[in-house]
């Protein structure tokens, strides 16, 4: 790993309270490889600029002058990131545990390999599942019916792996959540830029399925760790109303009208499911998909 240089990419938005742990914790994540800080903030209320450049005076910072989204930031960040060999995509809510990246290095030079994901944990130590398969129809009403966990133990029927056994050696995923990326130069020169119009949720599906379809697969590893505070998307209904558009537009653009017709259809009874059982995120969710003009978004 003598030649590796990694771009470490943070994208910003109010998370100044964030920071402190974050890149405490890059040294030891990152062990002996080479490797140099980037952070793109989308226009912070708080002090994320200040703290960003007290905590990693030797950082480029990137004050993008907007809150254009995750993908906005990271396309920015790299833009402006020092010459590397590979990238390094975190939340500001990440903490690298020691030896990650160089674990994931080792995974990411297996051939064919354009992204590598590590195992990660909750703030309890609760693990989370990361991995995920492409969003089809059937998929989608299997967690309608079945609920994401149990659905998620059957390939055909659930989105999320929820099955224990497939975290514990290496694995290929149609994508993973995007807290935690380490992309190589290679699938981000074929792949780039990330799809912006997103905003939030389904840009990572969008750039793994991309990289898929270029030959360039998402590989788990067990052997790299890092915790995830995680966010807040499943208790927010305006944050869920958006993941839940946002997976319909993602699956209209692969697929065409005719099938994500069907698709829509899916995700609605699936929210629908839920807001009667007095769900507020999917009472959100299902106004979300209804409106119009949301609608009309699905391009």
């Given amino acids: 790993m003598a030649d590796e240089v990694v771009a470490v990419v943070v994208v910003t938005y109010n998370s100044a309270a964030l920071l402190a742990d974050l890149i405490q914790s890059l040294k030891p994540g990152l062990d002996d490889v080479a490797w140099h800080l980037t952070i793109a903030d989308n226009a912070s209320a708080d002090d994320s600029v200040t703290e960003a450049k007290r905590l990693a005076p030797d950082a480029v910072i990137v004050e993008t002058g907007r809150n254009g989204?995750?993908?906005?930031?990271?396309?920015?960040?790299?833009?402006?990131?020092?010459?590397h060999t590979c990238v390094l995509v975190l939340n500001p809510d990440v903490r690298l545990l020691p030896g990650c990246v160089p674990a994931l290095l080792e995974v990411l030079r297996t051939p064919g390999t354009g992204i590598a994901v590590p195992h990660l944990v909750d703030a309890e130590g609760v693990r989370i599942d990361t991995m995920r398969r492409e969003p089809t129809v059937l998929r989608t009403l299997g967690d309608a019916f079945l609920g994401a966990q149990r659905a998620g133990r059957i390939p055909l029927l659930g989105e999320v792996v929820t099955d224990e056994r497939r975290y514990t050696g290496e694995?290929?995923?149609d994508w993973a959540e995007g807290s935690t990326l380490l992309i190589s130069d290679d699938c981000w020169q074929r792949c780039a830029p990330w799809d912006e119009s997103f905003f939030l949720y389904s840009e990572e599906t969008d750039?793994?399925?991309?990289?898929?379809?270029?030959?360039?697969?998402?590989?788990?590893?067990?052997?790299?760790?890092?915790?995830?505070?995680e966010g807040g998307s499943g208790q927010a209904?305006?944050?869920w109303?958006?993941?839940?558009?946002?997976?319909?537009?993602?699956?209209?653009r692969r697929h065409g009208l005719a099938r994500s017709g069907a698709f829509w259809c899916a995700v609605l009874?699936?929210?629908?499911?839920r807001a009667v059982l007095g769900r507020a995120t999917s009472r959100a969710a299902v106004r979300a998909l209804l409106r119009p003009s949301r609608v009309g978004r699905f391009e």
């Fill in 69 to 83: 989204g995750y993908a906005a930031g990271i396309n920015a960040g790299v833009n402006a990131a020092k010459p």
């Fill in 171 to 173: 694995a290929i995923t």
């Fill in 207 to 229: 750039f793994a399925l991309r990289a898929r379809d270029a030959g360039l697969a998402t590989r788990y590893t067990p052997s790299a760790h890092a915790i995830h505070l």
């Fill in 237 to 239: 209904p305006r944050l």
């Fill in 241 to 252: 109303s958006l993941l839940t558009v946002n997976r319909v537009r993602l699956f209209r």
């Fill in 269 to 273: 009874l699936r929210e629908a499911s």
